[in-house]
Nanobody
Framework: QVQLVESGGGLVQAGMSLRLSCAAS????????MGWFRQAPGKEREFVSF????????YYANSVKGRFTISRDNAKNTVYLQMNSLKPEDTAVYYC????????????????WGQGTQVTVSS
């Protein structure tokens, strides 16, 4: 069982940065692929990024590539999402997710999800 708790969201102006954190409980964290999804009002949840268990591979949605960076610290059971050059269209609730399979994370069918953290970017 893995429990995920996101933090770091907030209200920022366009062009600024935020770093989201996702703290995980459970001894299996270091073996899981971790990912981030987001859901804007009135829209479906969409994939943002994932990172494999050892950080060896990362993957990003085209909409955030070059602006967002995912990383993880297995010693702290935490995954991060550094978000730079934020745009109003990045406004959404951001969810952390975990699964043993990268493909499962990528398609949004992960076993474990956090409750989400709100990110609001004003123009």
């Amino acid at each position: 069982q893995v429990q995920l708790v996101e933090s770091g969201g907030g209200l920022v102006q366009a062009g600024m940065s935020l770093r989201l954190s996702c703290a995980a409980s459970g001894r299996t964290f270091s073996t899981y692929t971790m990912g981030w999804f987001r859901q804007a009002p009135g829209k479906e949840r969409e994939f943002v990024s994932f990172i494999t268990w050892n950080g060896g591979s990362t993957y990003y949605a085209n909409s955030v590539k070059g602006r967002f960076t995912i990383s993880r610290d297995n010693a702290k059971n935490t995954v991060y999402l550094q978000m730079n050059s934020l745009k109003p269209e990045d406004t959404a609730v951001y969810y952390c997710t975990a699964d043993p399979s990268s493909s499962t994370v990528r398609t949004g069918r992960s076993l474990f999800w956090g409750q989400g953290t709100q990110v609001t970017v004003s123009s």
